[in-house]
């Protein structure tokens, strides 16, 4: 069984900074692509930031030269830094892990979610 947990959600203000991990933790075997969604109050799903085994990021437009994707192979974590956050950035974040364990191929692993709120 695999699971994909997040945390590091909250509440910061305009300008400020937050860091999202993502912990992957099972019977893996490998992971390839890792990345972080987010979803606001009465909008659709939107990628934020994907990034693939080798380390290669890529970004949504409206977060290029704020936000930061990085990845820990060993740890089969990745994380999200996010700063001069704004309030257009208040959302649900939601990690994805393509993972191929013991039991399954490559399939795609969703965590929970965590709630980001930019806020004065």
């Not at 692509?33 to 606001?40: D, E, N, P």
């Not at 060993?74 to 191929?100: F, G, H, W």
């Amino acid at each position: 069984q695999v699971q994909v947990v997040e945390s590091g959600g909250g509440l910061v203000q305009p300008g400020g900074s937050l860091r999202l991990t993502c912990a992957a933790s099972g019977s893996i075997v490998s992971i390839n692509g890792m990345g972080w969604y987010r979803q606001a109050p009465g909008k659709q799903r939107q990628l934020v930031a994907l990034i693939t085994r080798s380390g290669k990021p890529t970004y949504v437009d409206s977060v290029k030269g704020r936000f930061t994707i990085s990845r820990d192979n060993a740890k089969n974590t990745v994380t999200l830094q996010m700063n001069s956050l704004k309030p257009e950035d208040t959302a649900v974040y939601s990690c994805v892990a393509n993972i191929r364990s013991v039991a399954r191929g490559p399939s795609d692993y969703w965590g929970q979610g965590t709630q980001v709120t930019v806020s004065s």
